[in-house]
């Protein structure tokens, strides 16, 4: 990637000083700066680098951002480690499943068997790493690596500060996944958590504080005319006649897509409207289209639920006029990550409802940007008012708005990536340049 | 007359690796927690409330309220006179008296839930000059008037407490000014009192001002 994009870019969006500081941070950091993960595309990480690298270079900071490459079992491996890393946030409902007796040799042959299947994965995780240590050229002053996927290419590391940044809540993983992982990854200079409840306390490194982001240049958020909105709603068959109840997200159990419906239906009964379910199936997913299914049946024959199937997924733009035609916003996830598409739809002024759980609370202050809730009657209580009441919702829109650009745009992520390579190269509390 | 450079800072925010999830385990952290956490938890609120209404003012009252539904407590938290404290020392020891004193009274065996536990965080804060260079009082003035609020926080808070330099040098270069009588009104400004920045921006123009009037 060789583009490269002005802060000045920014100029309308946030205060001059902090696009002053950044520049002038900037200029204190000497040497090039690396990033590694997974994908250039798909995902909030590669959003987050295809912003965030152009304003790198365009900074002067030699900047490269590269993937890592593997094979189809290294990545399903990853996707393993993902998964059990970060599937238990905050308690995650798991249902315990019923065996039959099993016999002490059954249950040794089966443990002899697990483990194998560990030992095969780590070796092919580690291999997979080996041969992209191997490839790339890692001499760098600055390395951020991101998420588990390449974590262990620490193992070649021969000078510069590496940054291990975790994207994913891991404070309550699978022990064993993460026990191999800790390995490499407490050999790196610091880390980077999105929030402290996402952190672990036994890496024994620095564990920096910084929050994902948006981007309000980017086709997700950027503004956009009535025309174009419209254009959009009219290919999906939505007419803008009545409030519009909005949430995206993937056909995912945890997205409570049901209870949104639950809330709908409610609300429905008093004031007229219509809901937008816009997402689409993650591919390594396979109870998402079971999900989907589930979603259509629960939403048959009611004509202003539009159930929309990103296939192939929709695009930024779409997701964006989806976004800004609405009413209220929703997120009744049971249980989030950070939550990012709260920020999106509070960066275009509406009032969010999500669930309280994850990052969501941090986007969300009760009240003031918009509302937290427990339990379909809770979310539709909270539509109901909000539709009722123009002025709360311009108000709570207003406060998110600001919310979001003081805690949540790329600029604010920026600055921080800049203020911990300074910190790593001066330990003390207070730097002075 | 020499230069002087105005500063700003920016803070970046570390975890400590110590959280609690009931009062004694939150006494037992404020007691040997660093300094720069203890101001990060009592005084960044100062910063943010010039965009948000926040109920409680520092982060202690807030999660006592909101995790622990101790209101009484809260409350006493919240209502801390910032002004007594010359120091991070000073606040410390006020934090633990008055959680000490409430604990000999009431039962505090109520914990917070999983994932409402209370995060100690410090903050780094990363000084840098800005484009703003002085070489009298009224320029000082007029770029005490234009200068963002963040670097009002970090003169007249973060400096002064956390034994940062710009403050004192600040004072310094007001005082080979021969401005004796305006650095003592300067040094008596307790600036804890204030709503928000731009009422503690607005009360430090006003003494500079009115110095320069009174010697005119």
């Known amino acids: 990637m060789n583009e490269t994009r002005s802060i000045w870019d920014y100029e309308d969006i946030v205060e001059r000083g902090l696009l002053e500081d950044i520049e002038l941070l900037a200029e204190h950091i000497s040497g090039r700066v690396l990033h590694i993960n997974a994908t250039y595309s798909g995902g909030g990480v590669a959003e987050i680098l295809s912003s965030m690298i152009p304003l790198l270079k365009g900074l002067g900071i030699e900047t490269e951002w590269n993937i890592i490459r593997g094979d189809d079992e290294f990545f399903s491996i990853t996707k393993t480690f993902h998964n059990v890393l970060h599937g238990r946030v905050n308690g995650a409902v798991e249902v315990p499943v019923a065996h039959e007796p099993v016999s002490v040799l059954d249950d040794l042959k ?48 021969q000078r510069g500060k590496w940054i291990w940044r975790c994207h994913i809540d891991v404070s309550n993983p699978d022990p064993h996944i993460w026990n191999f992982l800790k390995e490499p990854i407490s050999k790196y200079d610091a880390s980077i958590f999105s929030t402290p409840m996402f952190a672990r306390p036994d890496l024994g490194i620095r564990e920096f504080l910084v929050p994902p982001s948006i981007d309000p240049l980017s086709d997700k958020n950027i503004e956009l005319s009535q ?57 390594d997913d396979p109870e998402g289209m079971g999900v989907y299914h589930e979603v259509m049946e629960k939403a048959d024959g009611e004509e202003d639920i539009h159930v929309l199937l990103g296939s192939p997924p929709f695009s930024d733009i779409e997701i964006n006029a989806f976004q800004r035609a609405s009413t209220v916003i929703m997120q009744k996830s049971l249980k989030e990550g950070f939550g990012l598409v709260v920020s999106e739809g509070l960066w275009k002024g509406k009032p969010v409802i999500g669930g309280a759980t994850g ?17 379909v009657d809770g979310a539709a209580f909270k539509i109901a ?35 911990i390579m300074l910190s790593l190269e001066n330990p003390s509390g207070t730097i002075r340049l | 007359m020499t230069d002087l450079t105005f500063y700003r800072a920016r803070y970046q925010f570390e975890l400590t690796g110590k959280k609690a999830r009931d009062l004694p385990e939150l006494l037992a952290a404020i007691k040997e ?14 910063l943010d409330s010039h965009f948000l209404p926040i109920g409680y003012p520092n982060d202690f009252a807030h999660w006592i309220i909101d995790a622990l539904h101790e209101p009484v407590l809260a409350e006493r938290l919240a209502n801390l006179d910032l002004r007594e404290f010359p120091d991070i020392e000073a606040l410390r020891e006020e934090l633990i008296r008055i959680i000490e004193d409430y604990m000999a009274m009431y039962d505090v065996s109520r914990r917070a839930d999983v994932g409402q536990e209370f995060y ?13 260079v002085v070489t009298n009082m009224n320029e000082a003035l007029e770029t005490i008037k234009e200068i963002d609020l963040d670097s009002i926080f970090h003169y007249f808070i973060a400096s002064r407490l956390l034994g940062g330099e710009h403050y004192k040098e600040l004072s310094r270069w007001i005082l080979r000014n021969d401005s004796h009588e305006l650095i003592e009104k300067l040094d008596s400004l307790y600036p804890y009192g204030f709503a928000n920045m731009d009422a503690l921006r607005n009360e430090i123009v006003r003494i500079i001002e009115g110095y320069f009037w009174e010697h005119i």
């Open chain 1, 385 to 419: 008012n909000l539709l009722k009441n123009p002025e709360l919702s311009r108000r709570l829109g207003e406060a998110g708005k600001e919310h979001v650009r003081h805690n949540f745009l790329i600029t604010r992520h920026l600055k921080d990536y800049l203020l």
């Open chain 1, 359 to 375: 990052g969501i609370p941090l986007q969300i202050v009760n009240d003031v940007t918009g509302y937290l809730v427990h339990s």
């Open chain 1, 227 to 283: 025309g174009d909105i419209g254009r959009v709603l009219d290919k999906y068959g939505i007419c803008m006649d009545k409030p519009i109840i909005t949430q995206v997200s993937r056909f995912d159990r945890l997205k409570d897509l049901p209870g949104v419906i639950d809330a709908y239906k409610l609300v429905k009964k008093r004031i007229d409207c219509q809901l937008i379910l816009a997402g689409g199936v993650a591919s």
């Open chain 2, 120 to 132: 100690f965080i410090r903050c780094i804060s990363v000084t840098f000059p800005t484009r703003h």
């Open chain 1, 110 to 157: 089966s443990e002899i068997g697990e483990l194998t299947r560990r030992k095969e994965m780590f070796e092919t995780y580690l291999h997979w790493n080996k041969v992209n240590s191997e490839e790339m050229d890692l001499d760098s002053d600055f390395v951020f690596i991101h998420d588990p996927q390449p974590a262990a290419l620490i193992d070649v590391k």
């Open chain 2, 33 to 46: 927690i660093d300094e720069s956490s203890i101001f990060n938890h009592v005084y960044h609120a100062l």
